[in-house]
């Protein structure tokens, strides 16, 4: 038994999906994917409560022994997230890049040296009072959209996550971390600019900063996104 195996035994995580000792195989070009969804669903929802019943201290390890999508046979390393267990805010983005994917660590060159200086603009600090995660926890390969097995796979750890946090306030960066969490396709446009709520807790969208360094004139509206999710917290 591999040590990951031994993991997740001891994290009370197996049996791992069924169609995990066969091997993966890649729909042929122009085909649509062949794999049973109902076993996938039976799957993942006998994954969910061993996750709902992991500490904070569990969940590193799970995801980073996690092998419940394909995404860890092309991962270098999981991103399970960063900061403190008792952070007051959460700040959630859509997977892992490159520089991510190396270090294991989320929001890591350009983008995240701009949520640093967003997290400075209204008076907080990457690993002080604020978390920071990822809907996905490894990386897709080429950065290509998340497929929806893939976050059916990883959305109980981001569950967990906020389950035991219970943040002040959760900010949504970017279009799929709010669609996520919201469980709505409507328009970033649309969802900014207002309080949601996400299991009885306050949620602002506002844009991902890959997104804002690409289109600059926006970086104001996403100060006064910041500014919504400040004054929210600030009244709680």
């Known amino acids: 038994m591999d040590r990951r195996r031994e993991i997740l035994r001891e994290l009370q995580l197996l049996p791992l999906w069924r169609w995990r000792d066969r091997p993966l195989q890649a729909a042929p070009s122009g085909t649509a994917s062949t794999s049973a ?3 996938a669903e039976t799957d993942q929802e006998a994954r969910a409560p061993r996750i709902e019943a992991l500490s904070w201290e569990q969940l590193p390890t799970a995801i980073n022994a996690c092998t419940a ?4 046979e092309t991962r270098q390393r999981a991103v399970p997230g960063i900061g403190p267990g ?5 700040f959630v983005g859509e997977a892992p890049g490159a520089e991510e994917d190396r270090q294991g ?3 890591v060159g350009p983008a995240g040296k701009l949520l640093d200086n967003m997290l400075a603009a209204i008076g907080l600090t990457r690993g002080e009072s604020v978390f920071i995660a990822n809907v996905l926890k490894c990386r897709p390969p080429g950065n290509r959209n998340p497929e929806p097995s893939e976050v059916a796979a990883c959305r109980p750890y981001l569950e967990r996550q906020i389950a035991l946090l219970r943040p002040g306030v959760i900010v949504a960066l970017g279009r799929f971390a709010a ?4 469980d709505t396709e409507a328009s970033i446009a649309s969802l900014r600019g ?4 996400y299991q009885g807790l306050p949620l602002v969208v506002t844009y991902h900063p890959a997104y804002l360094l690409r289109n600059l004139p926006d970086k104001a509206k996403a100060w006064d996104d910041l500014c919504l999710a400040r004054a929210t917290f ?3």
């Open 37 to 39: 969804p109902g076993a």
């Open 69 to 72: 999508c394909g995404l860890h």
């Open 86 to 90: 008792d952070a007051r805010w959460l």
């Open 105 to 107: 660590e989320p929001f």
């Open 179 to 182: 669609l996520t969490l919201l």
């Open 194 to 197: 207002r309080v949601h709520r």
């Open 234 to 236: 600030r009244n709680l």
